[in-house]
Nanobody, 125 residues
Framework: QVRLVESGGGSVQAGGSLQLSCLAS?????????MAWFRRAPGKEREGVAG???????TYADSVTGRFTISGDNANNTLYLQMNVLEPEATGIYYC??????????????????WGQGTQVTVSA
């Protein structure tokens, strides 16, 4: 059974930084494809932020490219999201997700089978 637990959310002023972590269990080398971070801003649908692929490559939403960095530590089964130069528009609940199939768009909500409970990020102007 795959379990994902996020941490690292909090409140920060615009221009600041935060690092999110996602500890995964049950998501083994044999069945993994992509892990990703999604965000649900107030009043909006959940959207993809960044995906980390099993070959070590990454995919980013246009809105975060150049400011956010996704990375993974296989030894500790942890996914990270380093967020720099944060803007108020980044406010929302951030979710860690994992999937087994690699064929679909890596930032597609529907392609992920496993989700964490989320961690709140609040960026004030």
């Amino acid at each position: 059974q795959v379990r994902l637990v996020e941490s690292g959310g909090g409140s920060v002023q615009a221009g600041g930084s935060l690092q999110l972590s996602c500890l995964a269990s049950g998501y083994t080398t044999n069945n993994r494809c992509t892990m990703a971070w999604f965000r649900r801003a107030p009043g909006k649908e959940r959207e993809g932020v960044a995906g980390f692929h099993r070959d070590g490559s990454a995919t980013y939403a246009d809105s975060v490219t150049g400011r956010f960095t996704i990375s993974g530590d296989n030894a500790n089964n942890t996914l990270y999201l380093q967020m720099n130069v944060l803007e108020p528009e980044a406010t929302g609940i951030y979710y860690c997700a994992a999937r087994h199939a690699c064929s679909e768009d890596s930032l597609s909500v529907g392609s992920y089978a496993h989700w964490g409970q989320g961690t709140q990020v609040t960026v004030s102007a």
